[in-house]
C-alpha cells in the first residue's frame, strides 16, 4: 500500500521525460527544416541574384562595348568624310571596319547571353541599320579614296542616323536590362521576403511548441509538486491520525486489561462467594440416617446456584435455587437467599406461608434496591426423619424450581413438578398466594435428587442439551449406589457430555438416600 | 405491520411495535435491557395499549430471549391488568422458545384470567 504512490510517480516521471524528450525532438526538427528551408531560398536567390548580376553586367557591357564601337565609328564616318588624303581615309575606313568586328563579335557574345525575345529581335533590327552604316561608311571612304566626296556629307548624316538609330536602340536595350535587371531584384527581393516569411512562421511554430512543452512540463511539475505535497500532508495527517490511534488502542487496551482484570477478579470474588457458604461434606456425613451428597461446580460467570442443608429441630432444611442471570449479583442474590433461609430457618420457619413471605419481601427489598430485576427459582424442602425404625421419612416440600427427581429403592423414577408449589422469588412482591406444599415420603433406599437447569441444559459442542430424560436414565441405572456414588455418576456422565467446552451455568446436584 | 398510527419502540437486536388497530403489542427478537428503568418505555407502551383497550394481545411469538428485568416488566404489567376489573390479556407464545414455558405459566398465575396462546 504504501509503494503505491511512489510508482505511480516513477510512471509520472518516464511519461514527463518522454514528453519533455519529443518535444525538444519536435522543435530541433522544426529549427532545422526551418534553417533547411531558409538556407536553401537564401542559396537560391543569392544564386539568382549572382547570375543575374553576373549576365546584367555582361549585357550592360556588352551594350556599353557596342555603343562604344557605334560612336566610334560615327566618328570615324564624320573623319572618312573629311579626311583630305585618301590613305588617311582607306585606314580610317579600315579602323572604321575594325569597330564594325568589333560591334559584331559584342552582339554575338550578346546573343549567347540569355535575352529577352524584344531584346534579340531589337539586336536584329540593328543588324540592318549597321549594315546600312557599314555601306555608307564603305561608300564614303570610296568617295574619299577617289576624292568625289559630293554628296558624301548627305551620306554622312544617314550613317550618322543610322548609327543613332543603333545607338538609340542600344540605349533603349540597355534601359529595359537595367529595367529587367530591377524587376528581377524585386522579385529576388520577394522571393527573399517569402522566405524570411516562412522561417519566421517556422521560428513561431517552434517557439509556439518550446513554450507548450515547458508549459507542460510547469503544469505537470507543479501538479505533481502538488499531489506530492497532498500525499505528503495525508501522510502526516495519517501518521498523526495512527498516533492518535495508538495512543487510543493502547489506551483501550489498558482499559481492556484493566476491565479484564477487573472482571477476573470479579469472576474469582463471585466463585468464592458462591462456594463459601456451601455446607461442607463433614456437616453433611454427620447427618444421622440419611445420607446427603451435594455438588456445585460455578460457571466462569456464576450463575448464583444456591443450595444449603440446615439443622431444624425436628429434621433438617433443605433448600436449592437459581437465580437469573449471571455475575456477581446473582451471587450475591444467592448469598443473600442463603443467609435469609438460615435466619428463617435459626427462628422456627415452621410455619411455611410466612417462612415465604418473610424471605421474599426481604429479597425483593433487597433486589429493588439493587436495581437488578433478579429473582430466582426456589424450593426449600423440610425433612422430617423416621419416627420409627422402618417407617418413611417425610418431606414437605414448597416453593418453585426444578422437577424434583425421586428414586425408588427398586429403581422406579417419579417426577414432581414444583411449578404450583410457588413462584420466583424477587419477582412480585407478594408471594404468599402462589405459595403451596406437597408431601413426600421417603421409605429406605429411596433417593431424592436435587439439581439446578446448569444439569439439564448443559450443552455439547453441538449445543446438545444434557436433558431431563439422560439424567432420569442414569439415575434409574444407578439406584443401588450411595448418595455419593449417585452424585459421582451424574456428574461424570454431565461431564463427559460437556467435553472440553466451558460450562455455561453452574452445575448443581444434591442427592438424598434414605438410609 | 399494518395500522396507522404505529408505535415502536426499537434497540440493539429487538423491536417492540404497538399496533393499535388491534390493540397488539407486538415484542421480537433479544431483550436483554438493564434493569426497570431501561424496561420502563416498554412498560409504558404496554399500558399505554391497555389504556387505549381493556382487551391487549401481547404476542412475544417471535422473542427468543427475555432476560429476568424483562420478564419482571412482563409480570408488572400483568399485575397492573389483574387490577383492573374490565382488563383482558392475551399473550401469544411460542413452545419453541425456551424461556418462555415457565415464566408465562407464572403469569397466568399472576392473573389467572389471563389468556396465554402457547402455539
Given at each position: 500500500?504504501?509503494?503505491?504512490?511512489?510508482?505511480?510517480?516513477?510512471?509520472?516521471?518516464?511519461?514527463?521525460?518522454?514528453?519533455?524528450?519529443?518535444?525538444?525532438?519536435?522543435?530541433?526538427?522544426?529549427?532545422?527544416?526551418?534553417?533547411?528551408?531558409?538556407?536553401?531560398?537564401?542559396?537560391?536567390?543569392?544564386?539568382?541574384?549572382?547570375?543575374?548580376?553576373?549576365?546584367?553586367?555582361?549585357?550592360?557591357?556588352?551594350?556599353?562595348?557596342?555603343?562604344?564601337?557605334?560612336?566610334?565609328?560615327?566618328?570615324?564616318?564624320?573623319?572618312?568624310?573629311?579626311?583630305?588624303?585618301?590613305?588617311?581615309?582607306?585606314?580610317?575606313?579600315?579602323?572604321?571596319?575594325?569597330?564594325?568586328?568589333?560591334?559584331?563579335?559584342?552582339?554575338?557574345?550578346?546573343?549567347?547571353?540569355?535575352?529577352?525575345?524584344?531584346?534579340?529581335?531589337?539586336?536584329?533590327?540593328?543588324?540592318?541599320?549597321?549594315?546600312?552604316?557599314?555601306?555608307?561608311?564603305?561608300?564614303?571612304?570610296?568617295?574619299?579614296?577617289?576624292?568625289?566626296?559630293?554628296?558624301?556629307?548627305?551620306?554622312?548624316?544617314?550613317?550618322?542616323?543610322?548609327?543613332?538609330?543603333?545607338?538609340?536602340?542600344?540605349?533603349?536595350?540597355?534601359?529595359?536590362?537595367?529595367?529587367?535587371?530591377?524587376?528581377?531584384?524585386?522579385?529576388?527581393?520577394?522571393?527573399?521576403?517569402?522566405?524570411?516569411?516562412?522561417?519566421?512562421?517556422?521560428?513561431?511554430?517552434?517557439?509556439?511548441?518550446?513554450?507548450?512543452?515547458?508549459?507542460?512540463?510547469?503544469?505537470?511539475?507543479?501538479?505533481?509538486?502538488?499531489?506530492?505535497?497532498?500525499?505528503?500532508?495525508?501522510?502526516?495527517?495519517?501518521?498523526?491520525?495512527?498516533?492518535?490511534?495508538?495512543?487510543?488502542?493502547?489506551?483501550?487496551?489498558?482499559?481492556?486489561?484493566?476491565?479484564?482484570?477487573?472482571?477476573?477478579?470479579?469472576?474469582?470474588?463471585?466463585?468464592?462467594?458462591?462456594?463459601?457458604?456451601?455446607?461442607?461434606?463433614?456437616?453433611?456425613?454427620?447427618?444421622?440416617?440419611?445420607?446427603?451428597?451435594?455438588?456445585?461446580?460455578?460457571?466462569?460467570?456464576?450463575?448464583?446456584?444456591?443450595?444449603?442443608?440446615?439443622?431444624?429441630?425436628?429434621?433438617?432444611?433443605?433448600?436449592?435455587?437459581?437465580?437469573?442471570?449471571?455475575?456477581?449479583?446473582?451471587?450475591?442474590?444467592?448469598?443473600?437467599?442463603?443467609?435469609?433461609?438460615?435466619?428463617?430457618?435459626?427462628?422456627?420457619?415452621?410455619?411455611?406461608?410466612?417462612?415465604?413471605?418473610?424471605?421474599?419481601?426481604?429479597?425483593?427489598?433487597?433486589?429493588?434496591?439493587?436495581?437488578?430485576?433478579?429473582?430466582?427459582?426456589?424450593?426449600?424442602?423440610?425433612?422430617?426423619?423416621?419416627?420409627?425404625?422402618?417407617?418413611?421419612?417425610?418431606?414437605?416440600?414448597?416453593?418453585?424450581?426444578?422437577?424434583?427427581?425421586?428414586?425408588?429403592?427398586?429403581?422406579?423414577?417419579?417426577?414432581?413438578?414444583?411449578?404450583?408449589?410457588?413462584?420466583?422469588?424477587?419477582?412480585?412482591?407478594?408471594?404468599?398466594?402462589?405459595?403451596?406444599?406437597?408431601?413426600?415420603?421417603?421409605?429406605?433406599?429411596?433417593?431424592?435428587?436435587?439439581?439446578?437447569?446448569?444439569?439439564?441444559?448443559?450443552?455439547?459442542?453441538?449445543?446438545?442439551?444434557?436433558?431431563?430424560?439422560?439424567?432420569?436414565?442414569?439415575?434409574?441405572?444407578?439406584?443401588?449406589?450411595?448418595?455419593?456414588?449417585?452424585?459421582?455418576?451424574?456428574?461424570?456422565?454431565?461431564?463427559?457430555?460437556?467435553?472440553?467446552?466451558?460450562?455455561?451455568?453452574?452445575?448443581?446436584?444434591?442427592?438424598?438416600?434414605?438410609? | 405491520?399494518?395500522?396507522?398510527?404505529?408505535?415502536?419502540?426499537?434497540?440493539?437486536?429487538?423491536?417492540?411495535?404497538?399496533?393499535?388497530?388491534?390493540?397488539?403489542?407486538?415484542?421480537?427478537?433479544?431483550?436483554?435491557?438493564?434493569?426497570?428503568?431501561e424496561y420502563a418505555p416498554i412498560l409504558a407502551l404496554l399500558t399505554q395499549a391497555l389504556d387505549r383497550d381493556g382487551r391487549v394481545t401481547v404476542d412475544v411469538t417471535g422473542l427468543e430471549f427475555l432476560?429476568?428485568?424483562?420478564?419482571?416488566?412482563?409480570?408488572?404489567?400483568?399485575?397492573?391488568?389483574?387490577?383492573?376489573?374490565?382488563?383482558?390479556?392475551?399473550?401469544?407464545?411460542?413452545?419453541?422458545?425456551?424461556?418462555?414455558?415457565?415464566?408465562?405459566?407464572?403469569?397466568?398465575?399472576?392473573?389467572?384470567?389471563?389468556?396465554?396462546?402457547?402455539?
Amino acid at each position: 500500500m504504501a509503494g503505491k504512490p511512489y510508482d505511480r510517480s516513477g510512471g509520472l516521471v518516464v511519461r514527463q521525460v518522454l514528453v519533455v524528450t519529443v518535444g525538444f525532438v519536435l522543435v530541433f526538427a522544426i529549427l532545422a527544416f526551418a534553417a533547411r528551408i531558409g538556407l536553401r531560398a537564401m542559396e537560391e536567390s543569392y544564386q539568382r541574384l549572382d547570375a543575374l548580376v553576373t549576365q546584367n553586367n555582361a549585357k550592360i557591357a556588352l551594350m556599353t562595348a557596342m555603343r562604344d564601337a557605334i560612336r566610334e565609328r560615327m566618328v570615324l564616318t564624320y573623319d572618312i568624310a573629311h579626311a583630305e588624303d585618301p590613305f588617311e581615309a582607306d585606314e580610317l575606313a579600315m579602323e572604321s571596319a575594325e569597330w564594325a568586328r568589333e560591334f559584331l563579335r559584342a552582339r554575338e557574345r550578346l546573343l549567347t547571353l540569355d535575352l529577352t525575345d524584344e531584346q534579340r529581335a531589337r539586336i536584329e533590327q540593328q543588324r540592318e541599320s549597321l549594315g546600312q552604316a557599314q555601306d555608307i561608311v564603305l561608300e564614303v571612304a570610296e568617295r574619299a579614296r577617289t576624292g568625289n566626296l559630293d554628296g558624301a556629307g548627305a551620306r554622312v548624316r544617314q550613317a550618322r542616323l543610322a548609327n543613332e538609330r543603333v545607338l538609340q536602340e542600344l540605349q533603349t536595350m540597355r534601359e529595359n536590362q537595367r529595367e529587367l535587371a530591377r524587376q528581377e531584384l524585386l522579385r529576388a527581393d520577394a522571393a527573399y521576403a517569402a522566405s524570411r516569411h516562412d522561417i519566421f512562421a517556422l521560428g513561431a511554430s517552434a517557439l509556439l511548441v518550446s513554450v507548450l512543452v515547458v508549459a507542460f512540463t510547469v503544469w505537470r511539475i507543479l501538479t505533481q509538486g502538488h499531489a506530492l505535497s497532498r500525499a505528503n500532508q495525508a501522510l502526516e495527517e495519517a501518521n498523526t491520525h495512527l498516533e492518535q490511534r495508538v495512543e487510543v488502542r493502547t489506551r483501550e487496551l489498558m482499559e481492556t486489561r484493566a476491565e479484564n482484570m477487573r472482571m477476573g477478579a470479579e469472576l474469582e470474588v463471585s466463585q468464592r462467594l458462591q462456594r463459601m457458604l456451601l455446607p461442607g461434606s463433614d456437616e453433611l456425613s454427620a447427618i444421622d440416617g440419611l445420607d446427603v451428597a451435594g455438588f456445585m461446580e460455578p460457571a466462569a460467570e456464576v450463575g448464583g446456584d444456591y443450595y444449603d442443608v440446615l439443622p431444624r429441630p425436628d429434621g433438617l432444611r433443605i433448600g436449592i435455587g437459581d437465580v437469573t442471570g449471571h455475575g456477581l449479583e446473582s451471587g450475591v442474590v444467592m448469598l443473600m437467599t442463603q443467609s435469609a433461609v438460615r435466619t428463617l430457618t435459626a427462628a422456627d420457619g415452621s410455619d411455611l406461608r410466612a417462612t415465604w413471605s418473610a424471605l421474599n419481601r426481604a429479597l425483593y427489598g433487597n433486589v429493588q434496591r439493587m436495581a437488578s430485576d433478579k429473582h430466582m427459582t426456589l424450593a426449600l424442602l423440610d425433612y422430617r426423619p423416621p419416627t420409627a425404625a422402618g417407617e418413611a421419612a417425610r418431606i414437605r416440600v414448597s416453593g418453585q424450581h426444578e422437577s424434583l427427581l425421586l428414586l425408588r429403592a427398586d429403581g422406579a423414577l417419579e417426577v414432581l413438578d414444583t411449578d404450583e408449589l410457588g413462584f420466583p422469588v424477587g419477582l412480585v412482591e407478594d408471594i404468599a398466594p402462589f405459595v403451596a406444599e406437597a408431601e413426600i415420603e421417603l421409605r429406605p433406599g429411596d433417593t431424592l435428587v436435587l439439581y439446578t437447569d446448569g444439569i439439564t441444559e448443559a450443552a455439547d459442542a453441538d449445543d446438545r442439551l444434557y436433558g431431563l430424560e439422560r439424567l432420569c436414565t442414569l439415575l434409574r441405572e444407578q439406584h443401588g449406589a450411595d448418595a455419593a456414588g449417585i452424585r459421582n455418576a451424574v456428574v461424570a456422565d454431565v461431564r463427559a457430555h460437556v467435553g472440553a467446552r466451558p460450562l455455561c451455568d453452574d452445575l448443581t446436584l444434591v442427592v438424598l438416600k434414605q438410609g | 405491520m399494518r395500522g396507522k398510527s404505529v408505535n415502536v419502540i426499537e434497540g440493539e437486536g429487538y423491536r417492540v411495535v404497538d399496533q393499535p388497530e388491534e390493540n397488539r403489542v407486538v415484542l421480537e427478537g433479544t431483550l436483554r435491557l438493564s434493569g426497570g428503568d431501561e424496561y420502563a418505555p416498554i412498560l409504558a407502551l404496554l399500558t399505554q395499549a391497555l389504556d387505549r383497550d381493556g382487551r391487549v394481545t401481547v404476542d412475544v411469538t417471535g422473542l427468543e430471549f427475555l432476560n429476568s428485568s424483562g420478564i419482571a416488566m412482563l409480570s408488572r404489567f400483568v399485575i397492573e391488568a389483574r387490577n383492573r376489573a374490565d382488563a383482558a390479556v392475551v399473550i401469544r407464545a411460542s413452545r419453541h422458545v425456551p424461556w418462555q414455558g415457565k415464566s408465562l405459566r407464572n403469569l397466568t398465575r399472576l392473573m389467572p384470567a389471563l389468556d396465554l396462546e402457547l402455539g
